[in-house]
């Protein structure tokens, strides 16, 4: 089994989209007030950032079969410059068979190449199969992440 990874290129924006549902499957859901046309559109606004990479991965056959994002996005007082790998997703039937695993490498490899001191990954709590293969990647468990939502005032 062959997969080439590759950065997201303009006109591959629905795609990437569509690589990104995969994490509505279970465990995971799709977040409230979802609407794949503004992600298509954010998709496009990413592609012309320097402090983002997307990627995907592709079958001998140019099947999509993953997708990630990494941004560089906080410089912390305490630990440096931090790369965040906001979205890690595998097509189902191409799960546990080196995708993730070389999606992660050419996210970290870019982070790197762009100054990263570390890497930042948050995983929803009931996906227990993704937090394995983190840790056999060679991620540590460090902290646990809290979010509010932020309503439009009227």
């Known amino acids: 089994m062959s997969i080439q ?5 303009r006109g591959c924006e629905a795609a990437f989209v569509s ?6 499957d279970p465990p995971g859901s799709r977040p409230p007030n979802w609407d794949r046309r503004q992600a298509v559109d954010r998709t496009a606004q990413l592609l012309d950032q320097e402090n983002v990479a997307l990627f995907e991965a592709r079958s001998q056959q140019d099947q ?16 440096g ?3 965040s790998i906001e979205d890690l997703a595998v097509h189902p039937g191409w799960r546990s ?3 993730g695993a070389s999606l992660l490498t050419a996210a970290r490899a870019w982070a790197h190449e762009q100054g990263a001191d570390f890497v930042f990954l948050e995983s929803g709590l009931a996906r227990a199969d ?12 460090s902290a646990a992440t809290f979010r509010w939502t932020i309503e439009p005032t009227a």
Not at 19 to 24: A, Q, R, S
Not at 64 to 79: N, T
Not at 130 to 141: D, K, P
């Open 5 to 9: 990874i590759r950065r997201t290129e």
């Open 81 to 83: 410059r931090r790369a």
């Open 97 to 99: 068979r080196g995708v």
């Open 130 to 141: 993704a937090h394995r293969f983190y840790l056999r990647e060679g991620a540590t468990h």
């Open 64 to 79: 999509l079969v993953g997708v990630a994002s990494v941004y560089v996005d906080i410089m912390s007082v305490r630990f």
């Open 19 to 24: 690589g990104l549902e995969w994490l509505f």
